[in-house]
Nanobody, 129 residues
Framework: QVQLVESGGGLVQTGGSLRLSCAAS????????MGWFRQAPGKEREFVEV????????RYADSMEGRFTISRDNAKNTVYLEMNSLKPEDTALYYC??????????????????????WGQGTQVTVSS
């Protein structure tokens, strides 16, 4: 089993920045790709960004417009999501997820919740206008 704990959420004004962290513990050697999703009230869970095992390959959802950046420090078993130019529509519960599968070039499986095997409890991000 792998446990994921997110942190770093909070209240920020429009245009501000936040950095989310996701600390992994347990059988972390079994994890490969790691990603971030978010879910706003009344909406479906939405893919944000994913990183390959070593952080060499990343992919983000077009709707993020390149404002977010994922990174990982495998020595610390931690994945980060740097969020800039935040907008009120970015308000959501942000989830970290870990997959035992690698990213496959040309495939967008990583954007589906089913690609991931472990999930954190989420951290709330609220952007005020």
């Amino acid at each position: 089993q792998v446990q994921l704990v997110e942190s770093g959420g909070g209240l920020v004004q429009t245009g501000g920045s936040l950095r989310l962290s996701c600390a992994a513990s347990g059988r972390t050697f079994s994890t490969n790709a790691m990603g971030w999703f978010r879910q706003a009230p009344g909406k479906e869970r939405e893919f944000v960004e994913v990183s390959s095992a070593r952080g060499v390959i990343t992919r983000y959802a077009d709707s993020m417009e390149g404002r977010f950046t994922i990174s990982r420090d495998n020595a610390k078993n931690t994945v980060y999501l740097e969020m800039n130019s935040l907008k009120p529509e970015d308000t959501a519960l942000y989830y970290c997820a870990a997959s035992m599968r690698p990213l496959v070039l040309g495939s967008r499986d990583y954007s589906s919740s089913g690609f991931y095997d472990y999930w954190g409890q989420g951290t709330q991000v609220t952007v005020s206008s």
